[in-house]
T-cell receptor
Framework: GAGVSQSPRYKVAKRGQDVALRCDPI?????LFWYQQALGQGPEFLTYFQNEAQLDKSGLPSDRFFAERPEGSVSTLKIQRTQQEDSAVYLCASSSTLQGASYGYTFGSGTRLTVV | GNSVTQMEGPVTLSEEAFLTINCTYT??????LFWYVQYPGEGLQLLLKATKADDKGSNKGFEATYRKETTSFHLEKGSVQVSDSAVYFC??????????FGTGTSLTVIP
């Protein structure tokens, strides 16, 4: 597609509920990233995929967070047993190169998750 | 380690005023530096970038120069418009494919 597409745009979850957030990167982009942006803060790295391989998951805050990209295209970020501190905007980004950090990513509009 | 320190906001300017948003960084090696802009309700958009020392990135009237000696990448624009109202993020990209973002500076331009 023309840009990085994320769905849903907004998600309200009750505490303890599981959620799944979807990211459709730009077609052909090999690198895919997830970031978490708390209110009034800059985005913070969660995880990185190169094609279907998850090469870095050092930013995932707990084992309740899980990400996958099984066919090297669409990715899903899953959060189990959501807690209030999980409330944030979750941003997906993709890059056509393996050196995205040197040249820049294209970000999606994000999914705003509110846990009540 | 890698980190970015960004001028805190919010910043309010009158239309046609001069804008500076300060950004300094700490990094190992030779990072690339970026400014991203986030309009209300939207995702981050790449505004400009510089990949090595003394490079100047520019776009839409905005400029920033990669200063290794002062570890800075300040964003400037000579004459802001109401449409420039947004949140601006300074970011650093280094080996390992991670970006490190500042906390963002909110800019409001009033007519």
């Amino acid at each position: 597609g023309a840009g990085v597409s994320q769905s849903p745009r907004y998600k309200v979850a009750k505490r303890g509920q599981d959620v799944a957030l979807r990211c459709d990167p730009i077609s052909g982009h090999v690198s895919l990233f997830w970031y978490q942006q708390a209110l009034g803060q800059g985005p913070e790295f969660l995880t990185y995929f190169q094609n279907e391989a998850q090469l870095d998951k050092s930013g995932l805050p707990s084992d309740r967070f899980f990400a996958e990209r099984p066919e090297g295209s669409v990715s899903t970020l899953k959060i189990q047993r959501t807690q209030q501190e999980d409330s944030a905007v979750y941003l997906c980004a993709s890059s056509s190169t393996l050196q995205g950090a040197s040249y820049g990513y294209t970000f999606g509009s994000g999914t705003r998750l509110t846990v009540v | 380690g890698n980190s970015v320190t960004q001028m805190e906001g919010p910043v309010t300017l009158s239309e046609e005023a001069f804008l500076t948003i300060n950004c300094t960084y700490t990094a190992t090696g030779y990072p690339s530096l970026f400014w991203y802009v986030q309009y209300p309700g939207e995702g981050l958009q790449l505004l400009l970038k510089a990949t090595k020392a003394d490079d100047k990135g520019s776009n839409k009237g905005f400029e920033a120069t990669y200063r290794k000696e002062t570890t800075s990448f300040h964003l400037e624009k000579g004459s802001v418009q109401v449409s420039d109202s947004a949140v601006y993020f300074c970011a650093l990209g280094n080996t390992g494919n991670q970006f490190y973002f500042g906390t963002g500076t909110s800019l409001t331009v009033i007519p």
